[in-house]
């Protein structure tokens, strides 16, 4: 499964910007999609998922806390594509932000798309 992301960008604080996944497959054959994020110095950290959970439809979606709220992610099945819309940016989500894949218990990374926030 190749990935590609794109859509970050810098933005002030407050404001907004979309990230798009683009699979190279079908995403309905895939058990898992979302967004991952690393800042400078700190460990890569889940930001949302997407889970089928075994049936054809994303059955599950996981947010980490400090997004709840304000990200949301969604797909486009006919473009194989995830989105990631993060709005109410603040500086602390400042990171490169890397699309996730699961499939056929493999794991699968984009290049990643840096996204800063200044305040």
């Known amino acids: 499964v190749q990935l590609v992301e794109s859509g970050g960008g810098l933005v002030q604080a407050g404001g907004s910007l979309r990230l798009s996944c683009a699979a190279s497959?079908?995403?309905?054959?895939?058990?898992?999609m979302g967004w991952y994020r690393q800042a400078p110095g700190k460990q890569r950290e889940l930001v949302a998922v997407?889970?089928?959970?075994?049936?054809?439809?994303?059955?599950?979606?996981i947010y980490a806390d400090s997004v709840k709220g304000r990200f949301t992610i969604s797909t486009d099945n006919a473009k194989n594509t995830v989105y990631l819309q993060m709005n109410s940016l603040k500086p602390e989500d400042t990171a490169v932000y890397y699309c996730?894949?699961?499939?056929?218990?493999?794991?699968?990374w984009g290049q990643g798309t840096q996204v800063t926030v200044s305040s």
């Open positions: 996730y894949a699961d499939h056929r218990r493999s794991d699968y």
């Open positions: 497959r079908s995403i309905f054959s895939i058990s898992a």
């Open positions: 997407l889970a089928s959970g075994g049936s054809t439809n994303y059955a599950q979606t």
